[in-house]
């Protein structure tokens, strides 16, 4: 008997003929939670229609661990581009719940496209719109998150309608569900989907019945905490929900005012295997509710610093610029001198304390003039990891605020190394051990050198770690070095008698260039994954320390300009006001 596919709403346009032929053969199924449709790099064999239930689709990503593409919904087709183009898959598909699916052999496919033009004619529709659509599509957005609490003591009714209001004050509407919805029938809770732009579903482990439902039927899991409380183990249920077998899952550590720190924020994110940690605090509570609810909505924003030596300054400005314009920054990364910069974001430094750590540390004395006789490195690095060890102390990523990521280049395997946890002030070490100049860190057996070396400008990372705006500030030029410096060069004590010890040497500059002029190409794939960026016009040298005002005021400029010329559509994506009439 012939599957009846009235609910598929791009066939509604198609003439009877076609949809009586594609209902004769398709094939009905069920995929089970959890379980793979098809695999990146498989040959496409058919066509799929998603009948009820979801899907989640993951690429290999740029963070070391799959990134996830989009959610595929009930009415949605899976599988088509590939079958069309005759390439192997571009992404894994896995049922995020259970999930009914139709299937249409790749050989039914192919003589029913050709046999019935306005079959072929919605599926290009369709498939164009997607590709014309500058924003990723209602459908492939988280839009189910389960709310699971850890403690009794913890008010999901309070949390959920603080993250309810915050939704509202984006024009967003949400539902929120609790245990009274336990009962209800998947059908019911698919119209409170379609009728709502987010469900919460609030469920405490103490009731696992319920607790199991909502994980089940989740986009995505907030797994909420207290800071004052130490993970149980095991945290999760033995046969986790599918989001967090795929690692579909964040910790919201909640702060009590006046309440001593029992656990490490790193030992939540570890015990419940998450991908990312943010922090609810009672002082800071309508902001960090207000960054929930953007990150829950897809409408964060993700700000992204390069490297690029003493260059790096005019991040600091412009950093400012964009802070008084009324730009939020929910997530934050960087590369080299980047990342420096970005951890104090992520810090929450106000801009006069990272000006003022900024000038003590790089400025009021050169980090980098701890000469040694070269066998790994021309500087022995001390001085650097004494700064480090004096600003950032044993902060731990998980600590930060904000989210934040910075990058490493692994020597060892030639690729980009992603540091998301541990000590704070190791992953910068890494991150700015510009090879030849700096000793490289050695970090279970793998040889990290300075970020830039691979990826100067990691806006690619930044689009993986969420799902809202990039604005990347890039200060990389081709132009790096002074031709008269290496004309008829002094030996080093010659150099050293005209300029002193605290001045380095051209090698300094040389070898920072040298480390980085391969990424041009990766230069200009991280700015194309930028929505906003601002290129900063200076002069200094990389190794111009002393240059500080010039390169900040380059960068303060850089982004005011960038700012005054953008469209109301970019201001409401990075929630600026809009100007006056």
């Known amino acids: ?115 019935h033009a306005s079959l072929m004619r919605e599926l290009a529709r369709m498939m164009l719109a997607r590709l014309r659509s500058s924003d990723r599509s209602t459908g492939s957005e988280p839009k189910v998150f389960a709310m699971v609490s850890t403690s009794p003591t913890i008010d999901l009714d309070y949390r959920a309608n603080e993250l309810r209001d915050a939704l509202k004050r984006l024009g967003l509407s949400c539902y929120i569900g609790d245990e009274a919805c336990s009962e209800w029938s998947g059908q019911k809770l698919d ?227 992603v540091h998301r946890d541990g000590r704070l002030r190791d992953a910068l070490r890494a991150s700015i051990a510009i090879p030849g100049l700096l000793p490289p860190v050695v970090h279970n057996g793998q040889i990290l050198v300075d970020g830039a070396v691979f990826t100067n400008f990691p806006a690619q990372q930044m689009r993986a770690f969420h799902r809202g705006a990039v604005v990347g500030v890039d200060v990389t030029r081709a132009q790096g070095l002074n031709p008269a410096d290496f004309i008829d060069p002094p030996g080093f004590l010659c150099w050293v008698k005209d300029n002193g010890l605290k001045s380095p040497p051209p090698i300094a500059s040389l070898l920072m260039r040298a480390a980085t002029v391969g990424v041009a190409d990766h230069r200009d794939i991280g700015r194309s994954a930028a929505d906003l960026l601002i290129l900063p016009e200076t002069r200094v040298d990389m190794r111009d320390w002393e240059r500080y005002d010039e390169s900040v005021e380059a960068g303060y400029e850089a982004a005011q300009g960038m700012l005054t010329g953008i469209s109301e559509t970019m201001r409401r994506k990075l929630h600026l006001p809009l100007p006056m009439m």
Request: net charge negative; glycine share 8%.
């Open 191 to 417: 119209a409170i989907e379609a009728e709502h732009d987010i469900v919460l579903l609030t469920a405490r482990l103490a009731n696992p019945s319920w607790a199991r439902r909502a994980m089940g039927r989740a986009d995505r899991m907030w797994v909420f905490a207290r800071a004052d409380a130490r993970p149980s183990s095991p945290l999760l249920p033995d046969d986790p929900s599918p989001a967090a077998k795929l690692k579909l899952l964040d910790v919201v550590l909640l702060h009590l005012g006046g309440i001593r720190q029992a656990a490490r924020p790193q030992e939540w994110i570890e015990a419940a295997e998450a991908a990312r940690i943010f922090h609810w605090r009672q002082d800071h509570a309508r902001a960090d509710a207000d960054r929930l609810a953007r990150t829950i909505a897809g409408k964060s924003v993700g700000l992204i610093v390069s490297g690029g030596g003493a260059r790096a300054y005019a991040h600091i400005g412009a950093i400012r610029a964009l802070r008084e314009a009324g730009m939020p920054i929910d997530f934050v990364g960087g590369a080299s001198m980047g990342a420096i910069i970005a951890a104090g974001i992520g810090l929450e430094w106000s801009d006069d304390e990272l000006e003022a750590r900024v000038r003590e540390a790089f400025v009021d004395s050169h980090p980098l003039d701890d000469w040694a006789l070269p066998v790994v490195s021309l500087v022995k690095g001390e001085k650097v990891d004494e700064r480090l060890k004096h600003h950032f102390g044993d902060v731990e990523i998980a600590d930060l605020k904000r989210p934040f990521f910075c990058l490493s280049s692994n020597l060892a395997n030639g690729r980009p190394y």
């Open 1 to 115: 008997m012939p599957l009846n596919l009235s609910f598929l709403p791009f066939l509604n346009r198609v003439e009877k003929t076609a949809l009586d032929a594609v209902e004769h053969e398709v094939e009905w199924f069920c995929l089970p939670a959890g379980q793979m449709l098809f695999r990146e790099g498989d040959d496409a064999d058919a066509f799929y229609l998603v009948r009820s239930g979801a899907l989640a689709a993951f690429r290999n990503g740029a963070l070391g661990r799959p990134d996830l593409i989009g959610y595929i919904r009930a009415g949605e087709p899976v599988g088509e581009m590939s079958l069309l183009d005759e390439t192997p898959h571009s992404a894994s598909v896995y049922a995020l719940r259970d999930s009914e699916l139709v299937r249409l052999p790749k050989a039914s496919f192919e003589r029913l496209t050709r046999k």
